[in-house]
């Protein structure tokens, strides 16, 4: 027998789930702000703003003429993935992989959630049914129950008719 049971198998998805789902989620952040930032470029003016070229990876946009790149292409390119160059595919094939992991552990984890909580409720259900006597026909007495007495006992119980009380 492994020395992993299926016990021990259980915690890493919802880890794996939780760390992938963060790390999309930084990335998702800043697709929105790129966003909203491209939307507004005219408004707030990025057009005429510039981004020396000191700031950005060597290898950007080497067909610009001059020190400097305008804003707005720039928010452009890191919304888009073109600012990391040739790396930029990869970089979005990587954040695609991991939010498809994301979501599969995510369903993995709702349908074990949804699984455990049916086998909950039918073991409560069938719990409930067995704590009735039974009658001669084999169906639950509504009038009698067996109660826990939390000592390993269960005396039966009969109820009052409902014209006694």
């Known amino acids: 027998m492994s020395s992993l049971t299926r016990h021990d198998k259980g915690p890493w998805m919802p880890r794996v789930h939780l760390w992938l789902g963060v790390s999309v989620g930084l990335y998702f952040l ?5 966003g909203i930032v491209l939307n507004h470029r005219t408004d707030w003016g990025l057009e005429e703003k510039t981004v020396s070229h000191r700031f950005l990876p060597s ?7 001059g020190e400097r790149t305008r ?4 928010i452009a390119d890191l ?3 073109l600012l990391f160059g040739k790396y930029g595919p990869a970089v979005n094939d990587v954040i695609a992989l991991i939010l ?8 993995a984890l709702a349908w074990k959630r949804a699984r455990k909580r049916d086998m909950f409720s039918l073991a409560s259900r069938e719990r409930h049914e067995s704590s009735f006597c039974r009658t001669s026909e084999g169906t639950p007495d509504p009038k009698q129950l067996r109660v826990n007495t939390f000592n390993g006992t269960w005396p039966k119980v009969s109820l009052p ?3 006694e009380e």
Not at 30 to 34: C, D, F, I, V, Y
Not at 60 to 65: I, L, T
């Open 59 to 65: 290898q950007y946009r080497p067909m610009d003429e």
């Open 161 to 163: 008719d409902s014209e």
């Open 79 to 81: 919304h888009s993935g």
């Open 71 to 74: 804003l707005d292409i720039v």
């Open 30 to 34: 800043g697709l929105a702000l790129t």
């Open 100 to 107: 498809v992991t994301s979501t599969l552990t995510g369903f």
